[in-house]
């Protein structure tokens, strides 16, 4: 038996019958004993092209953090906000509430009552107490 590579990068110990068929439809090559993983995924990227088969299998790190719900911990809440930019020291005393509402400022359409009326008493609904036919 010999050593073969194929697209993936994984060494086959293939017999002289089995190697000779994939080798003439180009699914492996022959290669010396003694490789290293990342040395038969090279051969196997300049053979085969594309990207290197062992950095596609390697996890990488997610910087991305999903947006807590509402009643998530502080613990949730602060790594949010750290991944949106804000800094420890931003965060320090800020208790869970605090955290969410730096995060998620309240909407302009309504004020610190919820109420969407206006200063004039108008709340844009076409009933206006001010308003005489």
Do not use: H
């Amino acid at each position: 038996m010999a050593p073969y590579v194929g697209k993936s990068g994984t060494l086959l110990n293939l017999k002289g019958a089995v190697a000779s068929g994939l080798i003439a439809s180009g699914i492996v090559v022959e290669v010396e004993e003694g490789l290293t993983a990342e040395q038969l995924a090279k051969i196997a990227s300049e053979k085969f092209g594309g990207n290197d088969p062992v950095a596609e299998a390697t996890p990488k790190a997610s910087t991305t953090v999903e947006k807590p719900r509402g009643n998530a911990s502080r613990d949730d809440w602060v790594a949010y906000a750290l991944s949106q930019g804000k800094s420890e020291d931003d965060l320090a005393g800020l208790k869970q509430g605090e955290i969410r509402e730096l995060l998620e400022p309240a909407d302009p359409a309504t004020s610190e009552t919820g109420s969407t009326e206006s200063e004039d008493g108008d709340q844009g609904d076409g009933t206006n107490p001010d308003d005489t036919e």
